[in-house]
């Protein structure tokens, strides 16, 4: 696989989770990556990504609690999760962000967080 996700797990509120974003070396040269989220009945969104120089961006329902980092050492993304809610609970998915001239790969089997007491 080129996109293995792992580190979800159950959580309780306000708790704190760090999830991995393995992908494979052409992936991480090729691409600015994200993470997405899907909730049951939900539509996939982006909640956290980076761009070119590095910058970093989050949706608000995240913005001050999520962190995305990456290392083009080991070919990661990570995404620091703190402070976490109930409406946090979703399949989390790392994936290019933006239109590129290259073909996107597929996506990963994502990792479950779930947030509950």
């Known amino acids: 696989a080129q996109i293995v996700e792992s580190g979800g797990g159950l959580v309780q509120p306000g708790g704190s989770l760090k999830l991995s974003c393995v992908v494979s070396?052409?992936?991480?040269?090729?691409?600015?990556l994200g993470w997405y989220r899907q909730a049951p009945g939900k539509e996939r969104e982006l909640v956290a990504w980076v761009t070119g120089g590095g910058y970093q961006h989050y949706a608000p329902s995240v913005e001050g609690r999520f962190t995305i980092s990456r290392d083009h050492r080991v070919s990661t993304y990570w995404l620091q999760m703190n402070d976490v809610q109930p409406e946090d609970t979703a399949v989390y998915y790392c994936?290019?962000?933006?239109?590129?001239?290259?073909?996107?790969?597929?996506w990963g089997q994502g990792t479950q967080v779930t947030v509950s007491s």
């Open positions: 994936y290019p962000v933006g239109s590129y001239t290259a073909a996107k790969p597929s």
């Open positions: 070396p052409l992936i991480f040269t090729q691409f600015y």
